[in-house]
């Protein structure tokens, strides 16, 4: 096994346990841990992606992670940072 296939398993571990947690109802959408746990594992297997050159997939997690990290950085309306 690649260290490529090492880093994009844990990207996709990490991705999959937050989707579950959050269909289980263990873990809100809302929650920043979600999205902390969306942004690690998108960019991992971002890296992961790149380091094999297989570009469809670094788009794909690369837009993934952004909207996880903005999401994460997201101050509420009506309140100050």
Do not use: Q
Not at 11 to 20: K, T
Not at 33 to 49: D, E, H, P, Q
């Amino acid at each position: 096994m690649k260290i490529s296939d090492i880093i994009a398993s844990v990207g996709v571990i990490i991705l999959l346990i937050a989707f579950l947690l959050n269909l289980f109802n263990k873990l809100s959408a809302e929650s920043k841990i979600y999205k902390l746990m969306n942004f690690v594992g998108a960019g991992t297997c971002c890296y992961a992606s790149y380091m094999v050159s297989f570009y469809p997939f670094v788009v794909l997690e690369g837009v993934w992670g952004f909207v996880a990290l903005i999401s994460l950085l997201k101050v509420p309306r009506g309140t100050s940072i």
